[in-house]
């Protein structure tokens, strides 16, 4: 068995620097947290607003924060005093919420957009054309307290590689399209099973759950 702290050793030893990891604590406890941050590592991601803000509670205060599940527009202003990047934006109304709360605490929230790249059920997310309304939608263009500087996308689970690299390389196209224009710097793509195909297409930042944390969890 191979400990945390020799995996993430590895990992950040074998893809480019350039490329940001975001540990995915989903279903972690406090302690395997702790493993992690312990070896120098401060990004964090979870998919629900509660489980988020309880282990933002317990942990030391300089990790940053990725929301990158789907969005509960009534619990989204209790992450805003503290979030780092919100990967699951979907909804112009999410984006006003946003700003609201952040003009509070005189943030400026970045945010991702998160688009629709598999035909699976479960995997939710807008359309390209939605991108474009979105980002050209004058409410979106006052807002000050929140900035959309990336997509984020998931491949197909079970998908053959040539699938899944298909996937990417189209998400990869969206994002070049709006890199210049809207000042894009990050594409939020790969996942434990396909990140080298991510980083392959383009992807500026991999999401690892069962990479940092085995299967094992505490549900
Ligand atoms: C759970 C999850 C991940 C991490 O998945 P692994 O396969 O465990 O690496 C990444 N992104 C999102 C959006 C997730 O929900």
């Known amino acids: ?12 030893k074998s893809i480019p620097k350039n490329i940001k990891i975001l540990a995915v604590s989903k279903n972690q406890d406090i302690s395997s947290i702790k493993k992690v941050y312990q070896t120098g590592h401060r990004d ?7 489980e988020m803000i309880l282990k933002y509670k317990k942990l030391p205060k300089d990790i940053r924060w990725h929301m990158i599940g789907r969005i509960q527009s009534n619990k989204l202003k209790y992450i ?9 934006v979907q909804r112009i109304e999410h984006l006003k919420i946003i700003n609201k ?12 957009l998160q688009i629709k790249i598999c035909n699976e059920k479960n995997k939710s997310g807008i359309t390209n054309k939605k991108v474009h309304e979105i980002l ?12 959309i500087i990336g997509l984020m996308g998931m491949a197909t689970f079970h998908g ?22 809207y000042k894009y710097s990050v594409l939020s793509m790969g996942m434990s099973r396909d990140y080298p195909i991510a980083i392959e297409c383009g992807s500026t930042l991999i999401r690892l759950g069962t990479f940092f944390f085995g299967k094992k969890n505490i549900q």
């Open 80 to 88: 805003v005093p503290f979030i780092n990047l919100i990967h699951s």
């Open 44 to 50: 964090f991601g979870e998919n629900y607003i509660q």
């Open 101 to 112: 709360e952040a003009l509070k605490y005189n943030r400026i929230i970045n945010c991702l």
């Open 136 to 147: 050209e939608n004058d409410h979106y263009k006052n807002m000050k307290n929140v900035k």
């Open 160 to 181: 053959s590689i040539q699938k899944i690299r298909h996937e990417f390389d189209y998400l990869n196209k969206i994002y070049n399209e709006c890199k210049n224009k």
């Open 1 to 12: 068995m191979k400990t945390i702290e020799y995996r993430i050793f590895s990992i950040k």
